[in-house]
């Protein structure tokens, strides 16, 4: 904690901080550094965005901030926030808040307060209502922050039955927390965020993805997808989740589809770093992985001997993710990518049982499109037997089929899988119109390059005219 309080020590000299601090004493008003940069100095991790607080207004921040920054904003005064940009950082300074809450909507009646203290025990968890005043240095701490900190534990400043019930969305940033931090969320908390588990009905579907992005975004979200599941807040949002805990009897065994689904998680997450270092978190890709088997509950079957089959479960659950995602307002991008994910990912799997074609591997590029690389990525995450052969020979197929499309690109620009011969050129070739017949022959002109690659303009136009004189 001593290198902690040093690192603090040094943020609190940078020159935003100090240019800020000087103006509002100058100004006659305190300012604090507040929340996240507290809590991620005393942890040794990277600060990215500064929040302050003081007993100054908006009015008067406003007025503060101006000849010190480059650019203001106040999109967020009625709440007591003005944003500027000072030193080339970006900045948001709010007003000491005394909210209160109706418990029917997360909308406060913003309320400003007079203390610091007042205004850190409002916020959600006590690792993150710590303050540095400055430029006096000063740590400020009225519910035990920093020995949580210490501790590794996450816990409400307040009674966490009223923290929660002003604003349930806390609950979701607890799992969240929880596995950004890798804390254990203590046990009055986590009894509370299950108990009230029914009043995140109030928080809208675009603040849930929200957070579950951010989850999703972390290095390892593990731990927060486990605490959202045993809390039975995943129920409230994403249902589907809890119900991959299918139940195993004595006659009929599979693999566990939760624990499988978090796995596939993890590795996925880790390859993405492996094979993209540096690279931004992938969402979708993450989201796929997660969803990936939750078409296996609806199409379970118990076959005699002991088998369980889950038929389509790709396609099914494909639409149960394409439709869930819908309502929890995800872009139209994002459900594309993770769909076509979802329904895609057991395609390899008839590879591994045998060499395909050029034909098959050409139409599996296709199929993919532009999600191809994060569908390597899913369906060598989605091994998880912890029989070393068939892993090592599923990894050996999917090595083999990534060099065969390597090989391929280079002869046939597989990305953009087309017949050499567009619709316009159909038309001159064949002496028709704009219709369906168009189609139709483009459809034909586009087997053939699936099935036997490049041919040259003048053999495709020889198997358009031949197949043409052919139709009754």
Do not use: C
């Not at 025990?121 to 009225?142: G, I």
């Not at 567009?422 to 699936?450: C, H, K, M, S, T």
């Amino acid at each position: 904690m001593a290198e902690g309080i040093a690192r603090l020590s040094a943020l609190a000299q940078s020159p935003v901080i100090s240019t800020l601090a000087d103006a509002f004493a100058a100004a006659g008003f305190d300012l604090a550094v507040v929340g996240g940069p507290v809590r991620d100095g005393l942890l040794g991790r990277a600060t990215h965005d500064l929040d302050f607080t003081t007993n100054a207004r908006p009015d008067d921040i406003l007025r503060i901030v101006t000849p010190v920054s480059t650019a203001q904003w106040d999109i967020g005064r009625e709440f007591g926030t003005i944003g500027a940009r000072v030193r080339g950082e970006q900045v948001e300074i709010t007003t000491y808040r005394a909210d209160s809450y109706d418990g029917a909507t997360r909308k406060p009646t913003v309320e400003f307060g007079d203390t610091l203290e007042a205004d850190l025990t409002r916020r959600d968890f006590t690792v993150n209502a710590m303050a540095l005043r400055v430029p006096a240095m000063t740590l400020v701490d009225p519910s035990g922050g920093v020995e949580d900190l210490i501790a590794g534990v996450l816990r409400t400043p307040i009674d966490p039955a009223v923290s929660f019930g002003d604003d349930p969305l806390r609950m979701l940033r607890a799992a969240r927390f929880s596995a950004q931090l890798g804390f254990e969320i203590e046990e009055n908390t986590s009894r509370a965020m299950k108990e009230l588990r029914d009043t995140l009905r109030i928080v809208s579907a675009e603040r849930v993805q929200s957070e579950l992005v951010r989850l999703l975004q972390t290095d390892d979200p593990i731990r927060g997808l486990r605490t959202l599941v045993d809390t039975e807040l995943m129920e409230q949002f994403l249902p589907e989740i809890p119900a991959l805990r299918l139940e195993i009897d004595e006659h009929h065994h599979h693999k566990d589809v939760y624990e499988h689904s978090l796995t596939v998680v993890r590795q996925a997450i880790e390859l993405e770093h492996e094979r993209h270092p540096g690279a931004a978190p992938d969402v979708p890709l993450r989201l796929a992985a997660l969803l990936h088997d939750i078409g296996k509950p609806a199409t379970r079957r118990l076959e005699a001997g002991g088998a369980v089959t889950f038929h389509h479960h790709d396609v099914k659950g494909a639409r149960m993710a394409r439709k869930r995602l819908k309502e929890l307002k995800f872009d139209s991008a994002t459900i594309a990518s993770v769909t076509t994910l979802v329904e895609l990912h057991l395609r390899f799997f008839g590879y591994a049982e045998g060499t395909w074609t050029d034909s098959a591997v050409r139409r599996y590029v296709r199929d993919a499109g532009a999600e191809l690389e994060r569908l390597h990525i899913l369906t060598r995450a989605d091994v998880t037997t912890r029989n070393k052969r068939k892993s090592t020979r599923l990894r050996n197929a999917y090595d083999d089929i990534e060099n065969r499309i390597a090989a391929l690109r280079e002869q046939e620009q597989l990305e953009a899988i087309r017949p050499e011969i567009d619709g316009n050129r159909i038309q001159e070739i064949l002496g028709i119109g704009p219709g369906r017949e168009v189609g139709e022959a483009y459809r034909f002109l586009l087997e053939l390059r699936l099935d036997e690659g490049v041919l040259g303009d003048e053999e495709a136009e020889a198997r358009l005219r031949t197949w043409w004189a052919s139709r009754p």
